[in-house]
């Protein structure tokens, strides 16, 4: 177990860091944090020559891959941090220095058993990709399969293991500071970075998320997931499909090659809310630099390591939620939000109806270029402290998600409108799952699952109701009284299976 003198030996190293490049600036004029810990901050800075606005990059890279994930992590939380900071964080570049590949070819063939050349006709020794935690290479294979290669730095897990310790320890500290702190939750925000580095750090894991993206996409049609080369990929290395198309940050190319940008648009969109809503497994880094126009104007995606998972329950509610702001029904959004707890009972239903409307009744029927998304979220985050609303790490990361995804079609296409496009696709799920069909559909399988426990009902009724033994048959006089009560017994149990499938049949034809 790390000492807690390790940890505050290693904040007080990281604070001088991000003091100099003015990060903690913010943490100092903020009226939650104690006023010691304050003045601890302003000291920090002492002999450095602040710069104004802040750097974050910098700060982040300088810390190095392990901090670079966790800014990662800290822009999901735009109300634990602020919203400009956030916005900062999201544009964080996840790209290091590379490693020299006489190191990374160590790891390649540890993973492989055998020599590079065993494996692979070719292998670019330059990377084409250089980040926090992984270099990717571009291959080919014996049988003349052009892939890529995506590799672990050596080292990178003892790095984060030590990180993440210490992260935990100052976030249970920070926690315990005031009543703020704990509604925010950062303990939290440690075990979601956590997650996310376990799925990272481990690339059968990425490459399981890939592989089931593909699965949920595949009737979908112009979106592609690369295929797994499964043969090849390990828990230090991944071997995946070639992408070759053009990065959708590349508009100029795009346009050369004449793609149709507001198809292109509508498609992330529209297939992101396929991942997010109908299957809840969404893939939460869409940004530009991961997507790809193909020549057949398909989308292509890359880069699973950080995945979204909501259940189905969350789902219906979310849902109803976007639905409810499209067509302007506040006061079902507000149900739904009570409904699952988001907000405690002892608010008013009515006032929380009224603070949504300030949200959304602006934005309705707007193009996404005339929506201030800063103000939106400026305005949710104060409802979230007005009615003690406690932070929802998944809703967190899909609301993250969805802004990066808005960006980036906003810049295809700048005349979109996130709501008409996303109206169609929510109408038609939230009727596939709350209307007549679904709740028939769903007494169905109820009833098929209560006919499954009939034998286990008879079984328990055979235990308390045994039948006549030897002795009661051979003497049926002398135990008529035993023979009266068990027959008794039995037509109670056949009055109680009876029943019983009697009001099975009835529950099940109420809906028809």
């Known amino acids: ?75 999901t939380r735009p109300d634990l941090i602020g919203e400009e900071t956030a916005a900062q964080l999201a544009c964080l570049q996840d790209s290091v220095p590379p490693l020299p590949f006489k190191d990374i070819r160590i790891v390649i063939e540890n993973a492989l058993g055998c020599p590079i050349e065993k494996s692979f006709r070719f292998f670019n020794e330059i990377p084409i990709g250089s980040a926090s935690i992984a270099q990717v290479y571009q291959a080919e294979t014996l049988d003349g399969v052009t892939v890529a290669v995506k590799v672990l730095r050596p080292g990178i897990k003892q790095a984060f293991r030590k990180a993440t310790e210490t992260y935990e320890w100052a976030a249970t500290k ?18 979601t970075f956590r997650q996310w580095t376990i799925r990272e750090l481990d690339l059968r894991r990425e490459a399981a998320s890939a592989s089931e993206l593909a699965e949920n996409m595949e009737a979908v049609p112009g979106f592609k997931v690369p295929v797994i080369d499964w043969n090849r990929t390990s828990q230090s290395m991944m071997v995946m499909q070639w992408i070759d198309g053009i990065k959708l940050s590349d508009h100029q190319k795009l346009q050369e090659a004449g793609y149709d940008l ?32 193909l020549k057949d104007g398909s989308l292509a995606v890359v880069d699973f390591g950080i995945m979204g998972r909501i259940d189905k329950k969350a789902r219906r509610w979310l849902a109803e939620i976007l639905y409810g702001l499209i067509t302007g029904n506040y006061s079902r959004i507000a ?50 402290r007005e009615f003690e609303m406690q932070t929802q790490p998944h809703l967190l990361l899909l609301q993250k998600t969805m802004v990066v995804v808005e960006g980036v079609a906003t810049s295809l296409y700048p005349d979109i409108n996130l709501w008409d496009t996303a109206e169609p696709f929510v109408r038609e799920w939230l009727r596939s799952e709350l209307g007549p069909e679904a709740k028939i559909a769903e007494e169905f399988y109820k009833t098929l699952q209560s006919i499954k426990r009939l034998p286990e009902l008879i079984d328990r009724i055979d235990q308390y109701y045994p039948p006549l033994t030897i002795e009661e048959q051979l003497y049926p006089l002398a135990n008529k009284n035993s023979i009266k009560s068990a027959t008794t017994k039995h037509y109670l149990s056949v009055f109680i299976l009876s029943a019983f499938i009697i009001g099975i049949v009835l529950g099940h034809y109420h809906f028809f």
Do not use: C
Request: aromatic content about 10%; glycine content about 6%; hydrophobic content about 45%.
């Open 335 to 384: 149900e739904i939000h009570f409904e699952a707890g988001y907000v405690p009972s002892h608010h008013d239903i009515a006032e929380f109806t009224t603070a949504l409307r300030t949200i959304g009744e602006p934005i309705r029927g707007l193009s996404v270029r005339d929506i201030s998304i800063s103000h939106m979220l400026d305005g949710l985050f104060a409802i979230t």
């Open 174 to 191: 920070i926690e315990s500071l005031n009543d703020e702190f704990i509604r925010l939750r950062p303990k939290l925000v440690v075990k």
């Open 1 to 75: 177990m790390t000492l807690a003198v390790v940890h505050f030996w290693r904040l007080f190293r990281w604070s001088r860091i991000l003091s100099k490049h003015g990060v903690l600036k913010t943490v100092e004029k903020s009226t939650i944090v104690p006023l010691s810990l304050r003045l601890i901050i302003r000291l920090l800075r002492i002999g450095y020559r602040v710069p104004n606005p802040p750097d974050y990059t910098g700060a982040f890279v300088a810390l190095g891959p392990a901090a670079i994930k966790f800014g990662q992590t800290l822009a």
């Open 262 to 293: 507001k198809s292109l648009a509508t498609r992330l969109v529209r297939s992101f809310l396929r991942q997010a809503i109908a299957d809840g497994f969404f893939h939460a880094d869409l940004h530009h630099g991961n997507l790809f126009a």
